[in-house]
């Protein structure tokens, strides 16, 4: 068989530990030998990051602004231990962390569901596809302890010489204090990012807030997406036949939990924090959620929602077999290909990237599929637990079949 030719290159970031073995495996048996395979590759391994003082997330960065598509593998964010396991001169920032910024994008996090693995809420049949807003509110918050009666104001001083100032409380006694803020520019992209990945997988974009209570902040983002909604994708959604609404986040929650799925679901930081670790641990494991990053002009970074397995790893190392879970990771190949094959137009690319998922999710309903979703699957299913080359093998035998 013919390779199947790509015109430009994806951004290809290798990472850490037991995904970047995983990583290797799955290009040698699932890539490879079909594509033929364009990529700037970057090594965002924590050697490689110290080696560069960390310029190679920033080059990958600027790369998937050049090229639109980028594939991620896991890396490490160094804490104290990892400074002394890798003997850092510095503990480089979060590599995703750099990225988002340079990118300013949001994340887009769904489950890959498989007919055995019923989720936790009998009628969700497609996947619920969270979008976070990854910027400001409580994350960047500034919090004071109140030691005692004492009067708290919010106050704020125009460069232009405007001000304002408002009593929040008189303390009678001891108490606690929080102020937040975010940025309209910020919520914009935000808003783009999400009506821009709504259009791109034809899929009714809901947005929640708590507006009527929060009557200035939260209506200000409700706004912000009203007035991008009603001026630049009203007509592109009715086109491809989706809906946006905005509801409060209580109606919300009640309205995804008797819902069948297939939405996206956009919400703010904390918000976004709480409701995908929800909904990822209602319809099953971090090994089967997707996340990629998408930027509010356009640009493309696909990666897994979990870490670099380490506990995993530890055992590879001592020469014992790992039954790692390589679905996401795979997922990201396959949702950067398809991507560059939308971009650039190219019909087989786009292809492979289906097969290459039909061929992964025939494997699991085949019941052949690693430790972590035997322990998943609902009881009656024929299962064999294969080792995590076992089983990229067992998915290259169906792609082959099916190309
Ligand atoms: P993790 O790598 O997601 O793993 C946590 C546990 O979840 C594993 O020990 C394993 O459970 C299970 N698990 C996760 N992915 C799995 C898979 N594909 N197959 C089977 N089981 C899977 O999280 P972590 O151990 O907290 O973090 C490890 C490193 O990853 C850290 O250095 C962290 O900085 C980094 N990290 C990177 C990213 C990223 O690059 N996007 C995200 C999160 C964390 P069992 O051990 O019970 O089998
Ligand atoms: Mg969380």
Known sequence: MEKIKMR??????????????????IKDELILPFVDLKSEYYDLSLVNREKT??????????????????????????????????????????????IRAILDGTVFRAPILIDSILPAVRN????????????????????????????????FSGEDGSSFRETIYD?????????????DSSIRSFAYSCFNYALATKQDLWFSTKDTISKQYDQTFKLIFEEIYENEYKDKFEEAGIEYFYTLIDDAVARVIRSKGGFVWALKNYDGDVMSDMVSTAFGSLAMMTSVLVSPDGNYEFEAAHGTVTRHYYKYLKGEQTSTNPMATIYAWSGALRKRGEFDGLTDLINFADKLEKACIDTLNSGV????????????????????????KEIRKNLEASL
Request: with cysteine; glycine share 6%.
């Open 53 to 98: 003082e960390d310029k190679v997330t920033f080059d990958s960065a600027y790369a998937t602004k050049k090229y639109g598509v980028a594939v991620k593998c896991a890396t490490i964010t160094p804490n104290k231990q990892r400074v002394e396991e890798y003997n850092l001169s510095k503990m480089w920032k979060s590599p995703n962390g750099t």
């Open 124 to 155: 969700w049949q497609k996947p619920i596809t969270i979008a976070r807003h990854a910027y400001g509110d409580v994350y960047k918050s500034t919090e004071y302890r109140v030691p005692s009666k004492g009067k708290a104001e919010l106050v």
């Open 369 to 392: 599929m690693t430790k972590d979703l035997v322990d998943l699957v609902k009881e009656g299913t024929k299962t064999t637990t294969v080792n995590s080359l076992e089983f990229i």
């Open 171 to 183: 303390f009678e006694c001891a108490g606690v204090l929080q102020g937040q803020y975010n940025k």
């Open 8 to 25: 430009t290159p994806i951004v290809e970031m290798d990472g850490d530990e037991m995904t970047r073995i995983l990583w290797k495996m």
